[in-house]
């Protein structure tokens, strides 16, 4: 079945440090890929999308992604996370031009 | 940068009333969508919308739910009968079917049921 997997519900990290979220999917084709982020209470907000190209794709807010054919991955990094990075993060994918949305990662920035 | 207009952002309704949630798409999209998020919970399609008709629909889009597009400007979803259990987070989006740069979302409108 075709599903889009976030492995990790939450992830807390330090402010400054390293960040790697995880997005795997299952489809027969290389579907488009996107990577959402939610404050709480607010709407969906999109920090980078993989259409084709260059599979390391550079988002909003110091985010990028690393597209990997061979894993079915696309994982969402940060060099040096910020307070106010903490939020939901969704990956999603797009396949004959219907999204669909991995559960989310919680992210928590400790100070 | 065009935007996708969600109206109301917060309705609260009584049990068993009839809802309508409105999004004006951006204005050169042909293909509209319709997104549910229960409180804490993950991002989950309910319909999509083409040429004036339901191109695919989720299993949460029962018979109490509609979609309409009733001008050139509005896209609707209608819930007849509300439940307890339809208080949600719903997402309109739009994207343009020559060039599929993506979907634009929505800031949403947040559903009560009481």
């Known amino acids: 079945a075709q599903s889009v997997t976030q492995p990790d519900i939450h992830i807390t990290v330090s402010e400054g440090a390293s960040l790697e979220l995880r997005c795997n999917y299952s489809?027969?084709?290389?579907?488009?890929l996107f990577w959402y982020v939610q404050s709480p209470g607010q709407g969906l907000q999109l920090l980078l999308k993989?259409?084709?190209?260059?599979?390391l794709v550079q988002g909003i807010k110091g985010f990028e992604a690393e597209f990997k054919r061979s894993q079915s991955s696309f994982n969402l990094r940060k060099p040096s996370v910020h307070w106010s990075d903490a939020a939901e993060y969704f990956c999603?994918?797009?396949?004959?031009?219907?999204?669909?949305f991995g559960a989310g990662t919680r992210l928590t920035v400790k100070p | 940068e065009p935007e996708v207009t969600q109206t109301p952002s917060h309705q609260v309704t009584q049990m068993g009333q009839e809802v309508i949630l409105r999004c004006v798409p951006i204005?050169?999209?042909?293909?509209f969508y319709w997104y549910r998020q229960i409180l804490g919970q993950k991002v989950e399609f309910l319909v999509s919308?083409?040429?004036?008709?339901?191109?695919?629909k989720s299993e949460i889009f029962d018979d109490q739910f509609s979609v309409e597009r009733p001008d050139g400007s509005n896209f609707t979803l209608k819930i007849r009968s509300t439940k307890l259990e339809d208080s949600a987070m719903y997402f309109c989006?739009?994207?343009?079917?020559?060039?599929?740069?993506?979907?634009?979302f929505g800031s949403g409108t947040r559903l009560t049921v009481v």
């Open positions: 989006a739009s994207s343009e079917p020559a060039e599929f740069y993506g979907y634009t």
């Open positions: 489809y027969g084709a290389t579907p488009y």
């Open positions: 993989y259409f084709s190209g260059d599979t």
């Open positions: 999603a994918v797009v396949y004959n031009n219907d999204m669909r």
């Open positions: 204005s050169n999209h042909l293909y």
């Open positions: 919308f083409y040429n004036n008709e339901i191109s695919e």
